[in-house]
């Protein structure tokens, strides 16, 4: 059985289709001595005779060819099934891509998804939410084939496409006293207590960099508090203020349950970015979703009040 060909099965398949042959021949555009030797070696290999010869050069199958054909018949069928989804995997209308987003993008990340699935419905996506070291170590191990954060990782060495605006702002509950100043002085900040995201957060870094900036040393305090909706719900209860990722508290914003202060330099605009590392050439699902991205323009990125 390993020694039977495609040439073989097909030869019985015409032979059967033709119904002798020499009519096989010309089906399979060869001549009627090569159609003859297939069907001879597939005879050997099954150990039984497949096909009657009759009046006429008129051919009919045995039971066993009829058992042969049947299996025939299966295998181009899964060969055909097989090139459609080849064709689909190299026109990118099938396959799987794998998408890290930093946790900050998990309030957009699902209807991304979404979007994604109605406009190429043959792939599949599957979503990784970790914060900036971790999203950029899946990246380094090939856990995920792209991902979706707010400042390129300098490891590993990627393809980055700018996706849309991401700007930050400081948050505080509606009844802070600062939420009446316009502006809000920088000193006036130095007193307050800044809710925090946790070590290798983006986040968190940005905030640190903000605390050095008004601060030029001055010790202020700070409360980590390791997740967005911690942090939310922190301002919200007057705990402290924030600086956050505005898509993160889009509806809290347009909702009032908390304020963006007026300061000089606020919104601290960044920009989102899919990274694809370079190591690795991506599949064709991959390219089909960052086209479908660069085609977006960053309509899906959460509407602001501002």
Not at 203 to 226: A, K, N, S
Request: with cysteine; aromatic share 4%; glycine share 10%.
């Amino acid at each position: 059985m390993d020694a039977i060909t495609l040439k073989q099965l097909r030869a019985l398949a015409a032979i059967d289709q033709a119904g002798s042959l020499a009519a096989a021949s010309e089906t399979l555009n060869v001549t009627a001595p090569a159609v003859s030797i297939q069907l001879r070696s597939l005879e050997d290999h099954i150990g039984g005779q497949l096909v009657l010869r009759g009046p006429g050069g008129h051919t009919s199958l045995t039971e066993e060819g009829k058992v042969v054909l049947k299996a025939a018949h299966a295998i181009e069928q899964t060969i055909a099934r097989c090139e459609e989804q080849v064709t689909a995997l190299k026109e990118g209308k099938a396959g799987k891509v794998a998408i890290g987003v930093v946790s900050t993008g998990k309030y957009f990340a699902p209807g991304l998804i979404k979007r994604a699935q109605t406009a190429m419905p043959g792939i599949e996506f599957s979503l990784k939410i970790g914060n900036r070291e971790q999203t950029r170590r899946a990246l380094t191990e090939g856990a995920v084939d792209v991902a979706i954060m707010g400042r390129p990782p300098r490891e590993p060495p990627s393809e980055v496409i700018p996706l849309g605006d991401h700007p930050y702002v400081l948050i505080a509950a509606p009844d802070h006293p600062l939420v009446q100043a316009d502006p809000v002085r920088q000193s006036d900040l130095l007193d307050q207590l800044f809710l925090c995201r946790e070590p290798g957060s983006g986040t968190r870094i940005l905030t640190e960099r903000f605390i050095d900036q008004i601060g030029d040393g001055y010790p202020v305090r700070t409360m980590e508090l390791g997740s967005n909706e911690t942090i939310k719900q922190g301002v919200m209860a007057g705990l402290g203020i924030a600086m956050i990722s505005a898509h993160t508290i889009a509806h809290e914003l347009q909702s009032g349950r908390v304020v963006a202060l007026k300061l000089p330099g606020l919104p601290i605009m960044r920009q989102w970015f899919l990274i694809r590392p370079m190591a690795e050439p991506p599949s064709y699902a991959t390219l089909k979703f960052e086209e479908f991205l660069r085609h977006e323009a960053g309509a899906f990125l959460p509407h602001l009040p501002f």
